[in-house]
């Protein structure tokens, strides 16, 4: 698991990389969070020698990293992923070790994954923004909405990161806007419109231009917060 398509690239097909020693019946797995069209490419030139390669993204965070509870997508061969799974399984919570389809299909669901967690985060934090302008405990406002239909994963953790103002990573900004890059490229080559994610892209160029790159990602929060002229 490496940063980005390039770092991936180089690993594996650089001059030293592996596939300069792979042996016919490997298989690669790649867990970073790169581009699909990368993904297919080196997967194509895995199999050529005669090996194999399945992409592998994360969801769930340090928490997940540290608990083995990280859910896990994966795009690639479905006999090399049934080969895999118990390696997998280990880092995964196993009913979320899921095969998604052929290569580049995990780092497909992984951008959907980004997506989702940006345009929720934002909504999240515009509604406690809502709550502290007009004098209500946001607090409180929170727990309410875990215990109804807007429950999520990104209300319970990065919500409260947002109203403690604690945004030690956790997952940095820099790496998310990483993510987005290749989630608006990937939206344009398959001609998607999305304008919520639009607005996320901008919300979170807004946060790495004050200085917040190294920051847990649900410091964008702290943007949507400032724009309304909380603290």
Request: proline letters at 4%; aromatic letters at 4%; a negative charge.
């Amino acid at each position: 698991m490496v940063p980005d398509s390039p770092d991936v690239e180089l690993v594996l097909d650089g001059a030293n990389g592996v596939f300069s020693a792979m042996q016919p019946g490997t298989i690669v797995i790649d867990m970073s969070s790169i581009t699909p069209a990368t993904a297919q490419r080196l997967a194509a030139k895995a199999r050529a020698l005669g090996g194999g390669m399945l992409d592998a993204p994360v969801s769930g965070g340090d928490i997940g990293a540290i608990n083995g509870t990280l859910s896990i997508m994966v795009g690639g061969d479905a006999a090399d992923f049934s080969a895999a799974k118990p390696i997998l399984d280990v880092m995964g919570n196993p009913d979320k070790v899921l095969h998604v389809g052929e290569s580049g299909a995990g780092q497909l669901c992984k951008l959907c994954n980004q997506m989702v967690i940006g345009g929720t985060l934002v909504v999240v934090a515009e509604a406690l923004a809502l709550a502290r302008k007009a004098g209500v405990d946001a607090a409180k406002v929170r727990e309410a909405l875990l215990g109804g239909f807007a429950q999520s994963r990104v209300l319970e953790v990065h919500g409260e990161r947002a109203l403690k103002g604690t945004f030690k990573p956790g997952f940095k900004t820099h790496l998310y806007a990483k993510d987005m890059r290749n989630v608006v490229a990937t939206l344009a080559e398959q001609h998607v419109a999305a304008p919520v994610t639009a607005v996320v892209q901008q919300l979170l160029h807004a946060t790495m231009a004050a200085g917040h790159g190294e920051d847990d990602n649900s410091v964008m929060a702290k943007t949507v917060f400032d724009m309304a002229g909380l603290k």
